[in-house]
């Protein structure tokens, strides 16, 4: 049923097709969509929200999110230890609804999440806490679910390897994602597909925050790669690799798979070959700042020290070769709600604000082939959110996130409160 329109009145809003920042702002959203920018005339039965000397733009994205664990009761980072062992599904997506919330409120109307790293039974615990959110149960973001990541046993996202737990005690299938050869990884891919995957993620290399390898040892054969890449893409479901190390990125790149995560310690020509084959990078670089390891175990805090100085030098040169980087948190890693600071980092190793816009909205779009977001313009969907200043200038004025729209639906209007 049509309903009337509502027009965003604002100093200022980002093109992001065309680099640029236009002033004014007159955004008319109806039905879920933006109907027009800066129209010649307003309709009759528009409904004005003057957003007042800010600047509009689309719903950011983030990429690389892991919505079911962090946030409350442990808002600064890494969560507890133990929870892979004393949290039940339950209460997992419950914590879930809580983080997608915090995670809507920071301006981020999209997102993956990016591989259940916890025993749940079987059950894909994203997957239905995406439908919660698409069915208006509660507020989130619009959520591209990966189900469990696909991990060999004894791999950086085997849950045991977190905790470091001692034998039996935590046991996996091949449906929670531990798969080991390729008739185990292919049964596993299709078990997250069948229930509602609309990403695969895997396991490719070693971690930082887990007592698995080295972070540069490749942990998948490549003919492991090759056939969950294989099942993935028939099915037409894009694969993203945790991966580190060289070889292991490597390896990814020539299995096929669309998305390399983190992508730390990949060298000149690994970095090339990215750009070569088109492989998206989501680099979760303000992980070097933000990811509190103080208390980790002393072997995990050596690890961080080594790797993460590392990565910031790669990103720089990525951004340089002109990888399609686009924009992730790692999140809790990163605390739910201040996603924006991957922006920040995106600019402190040389992307510029607007380039920085770019791998949070049209890249980001890409990746996951949506083409009805990312921009503003009529006929996409009416994901707006509203910041003071100009994040073109000052990118860290995303962290300041006065007003949320998603789906044409005001979630968060702090405009008007007194003192902002």
């Given at each position: 049923?049509?309903?009337?329109?509502?027009?965003?009145?604002?100093?200022?809003?980002?093109?992001?097709?065309?680099?640029?920042?236009?002033?004014?702002?007159?955004?008319?959203?109806?039905?879920?969509?933006?109907?027009?920018?800066?129209?010649?005339?307003?309709p009759a039965d528009a409904t004005t929200v003057d957003l007042g000397d800010r600047t509009v733009l689309p719903g950011l994205m983030d990429m690389e999110i892991n919505l079911l664990i962090g946030g409350p009761e442990n808002p600064s980072g890494l969560p507890n230890p133990m929870h892979g062992v004393q949290d039940d599904p339950v209460y997992r997506?419950?914590?879930?609804?809580?983080?997608?919330?915090?995670?809507?409120?920071?301006?981020?109307?999209?997102?993956?999440?990016?591989?259940?790293?916890?025993?749940?039974?079987?059950?894909?615990?994203?997957?239905?806490?995406?439908?919660?959110?698409?069915?208006?149960?509660?507020?989130?973001?619009?959520?591209?679910?990966?189900?469990?990541?696909?991990?060999?046993?004894?791999?950086?996202?085997?849950?045991?390897?977190?905790?470091?737990?001692?034998?039996?005690?935590?046991?996996?299938?091949?449906?929670?994602?531990?798969?080991?050869?390729?008739?185990?990884?292919?049964?596993?891919?299709?078990?997250?597909?069948?229930?509602?995957?609309?990403?695969?993620?895997?396991?490719?290399?070693?971690?930082?925050?887990?007592?698995?390898?080295?972070?540069?040892?490749?942990?998948?054969?490549?003919?492991?790669?090759?056939?969950?890449?294989?099942?993935?893409?028939?099915?037409?479901?894009?694969?993203?690799?945790?991966?580190?190390?060289?070889?292991?990125?490597?390896?990814?790149?020539?299995?096929?798979?669309?998305?390399?995560?983190?992508?730390?310690?990949?060298?000149?020509?690994?970095?090339?070959?990215?750009?070569?084959?088109?492989?998206?990078?989501?680099?979760?670089?303000?992980?070097?700042?933000?990811?509190?390891?103080?208390?980790?175990p002393p072997a995990l805090r050596r690890k961080a020290e080594q790797v993460f100085p590392k990565a910031r030098r790669m990103l720089a040169k990525a951004i340089e070769a002109g990888v399609k980087i686009a924009c992730g948190t790692d999140a809790p890693a990163v605390p739910h709600g201040q996603n924006a600071k991957e922006l920040w980092a995106l600019v402190d190793r040389g992307m510029t604000p607007m380039q920085a816009l770019r791998a949070a909205t049209v890249t980001s779009a890409e990746l996951i082939d949506a083409e009805d977001r990312g921009r503003l313009a009529p006929g996409l969907l009416a994901d707006i959110i509203a910041v003071p200043g100009d994040p073109a200038r000052d990118i860290t004025a995303l962290e300041t996130v006065d007003f949320v729209m998603k789906d044409g639906v005001v979630h968060k209007n702090s405009t008007a409160e007194p003192g902002r």
């Open positions: 049923m049509s309903t009337g329109a509502t027009v965003l009145r604002a100093a200022r809003w980002i093109d992001i097709d065309a680099g640029q920042v236009r002033s004014p702002a007159v955004i008319v959203v109806r039905d879920g969509l933006i109907e027009a920018v800066n129209p010649p005339e307003i997506t419950l914590r879930g609804t809580v983080n997608a919330r915090a995670t809507l409120m920071a301006g981020f109307t999209t997102v993956r999440n990016l591989g259940l790293m916890v025993k749940t039974g079987g059950y894909l615990l994203d997957v239905d806490l995406g439908r919660g959110i698409e069915n208006g149960w509660f507020p989130g973001p619009r959520v591209v679910s990966a189900g469990h990541a696909i991990t060999p046993t004894g791999g950086h996202l085997d849950p045991t390897m977190f905790q470091k737990l001692a034998p039996h005690i935590m046991p996996m299938s091949v449906q929670e994602g531990m798969a080991d050869g390729v008739p185990a990884v292919r049964a596993a891919t299709r078990y997250q597909i069948k229930y509602g995957a609309g990403v695969i993620k895997i396991s490719a290399s070693g971690g930082v925050m887990s007592h698995s390898t080295a972070p540069g040892t490749q942990q998948y054969s490549d003919e492991e790669l090759a056939a969950i890449v294989d099942e993935a893409h028939r099915a037409g479901i894009k694969v993203a690799a945790h991966a580190h190390g060289d070889a292991g990125i490597r390896a990814c790149i020539r299995a096929g798979v669309d998305c390399i995560e983190h992508g730390s310690l990949a060298g000149d020509d690994t970095v090339q070959m990215m750009v070569d084959h088109g492989t998206f990078l989501v680099p979760t670089s303000y992980l070097s700042e933000g990811l509190d390891t103080s208390k980790a």
